[in-house]
């Protein structure tokens, strides 16, 4: 069974921090680029982050970029994004996913999906 299961959302004030887990199970995550997205509401979803297979390369839009960082634990087959200096657009669901080998642009070719995490940035 393939599955993967965010975790670490929650309730965070402006300014803070959070890390957020996706947990792989059924497969290895090593061999997968693991992407970050998020949908807040009235929005449409945008990718927040993604890492390559074996931690390669990893891309950030300017949204985030400089605040969240993105990595994975290969013996624990699990990957990560650290929130920092969070804002309240920051606010969405955030949703993990994976498809072979690299990064794409494109959200249809990531082939696993987790169910998301709630991320509320409030004061």
């Known amino acids: 069974q393939l599955q993967l299961v965010e975790s670490g959302g929650g309730l965070v004030q402006p300014g803070g921090s959070l890390r957020l887990s996706c947990a792989a199970s059924g497969f290895t995550l090593d061999t997968y680029a693991v992407g970050w997205f998020r949908q807040a509401p009235g929005k449409e979803r945008e990718g927040v982050s993604c890492?390559?297979?074996?931690?390669?390369?990893?891309y950030y839009p300017e949204s985030v970029k400089g605040r969240f960082t993105i990595s994975r634990d290969s013996a624990k087959n699990t990957a990560y994004l650290q929130m920092n200096a969070l804002k309240p657009e920051d606010t969405a669901v955030y949703y993990c996913?994976?498809?072979?080998?690299?990064?794409?642009?494109?959200?249809?070719?990531?082939?696993?999906w987790g169910q998301g995490t709630q991320v509320t940035v409030s004061s």
């Open positions: 890492i390559s297979r074996r931690d390669v390369i990893t």
């Open positions: 996913a994976v498809l072979p080998g690299y990064c794409s642009p494109y959200e249809s070719q990531y082939d696993h």
